[in-house]
């Protein structure tokens, strides 16, 4: 039993804390959306798609974003033309919970541990972003490709960018190697 103390240890970390973190955003998100009567996305995702139009409008593109008026999604429109929607699994938080799940069951130091899930989940959200920013433009010039695009590309960019902190994490932070 002993040799596989830490495996059953990360395992326990792991779904504790995942579920935990999961729990408290679900709590969130029956607080902050609204499904009844008119539909409202969390202010997160608000966020995010107002923040992904502020940076298509500093690169000079005309974008807007409204709320959806037959879902909990917002619309996203850039040059008149509808583009996509953007709902609650764009925003990140589902990444950066894992993400954290993940740091804590590899945990270093206190301090460490707690300014690196920092550290990475606004690198990770600031990557979503910049994602997101990607994912219309491409959209935008090569419709026919979205599912491509949408499906296997932007998925890979934001989980190789997590495993990448993932690895960085075990190799240069975490006790593993202590």
């Known amino acids: 039993m002993k040799k596989y103390k830490n495996i059953i240890n990360f395992l326990v970390k792991f779904f504790v804390s995942y579920f ?5 955003y679900n709590g969130y998100l029956q607080k902050s959306q609204q499904k009844e009567s008119f539909y409202q996305t969390s202010s997160i995702t608000t966020a995010v798609a107002n923040q992904t139009v502020k940076v298509l409008t500093a690169f ?39 993400f954290i799940a993940f740091i804590f069951s590899f945990s270093g130091s206190l301090s460490a541990t707690l300014l690196f899930s920092i550290i990475g989940s606004a690198l990770i959200y600031i990557i979503n972003i910049l994602r997101i920013v990607f994912l219309i433009l491409m959209i ?16 890979a960019i934001i989980y190789g960018f ?4 993932w690895v960085l994490w075990v190799n240069k932070f975490s006790n593993l190697k202590r």
């Open 20 to 24: 935990l973190l999961v729990a408290i």
């Open 60 to 98: 000079g593109y005309n974008v807007r974003v409204m709320q959806h008026d037959k879902e909990v999604s917002l619309k996203l429109f850039m040059e008149g033309k509808y583009i996509l929607r953007i709902i609650e699994g764009c925003n990140s938080v589902s990444l950066i919970i894992l």
């Open 140 to 155: 935008h010039k090569f419709p026919s490709q979205i599912v491509i695009l949408h499906d296997l590309v932007f998925p």
């Open 162 to 165: 997590i495993f990448l902190l």
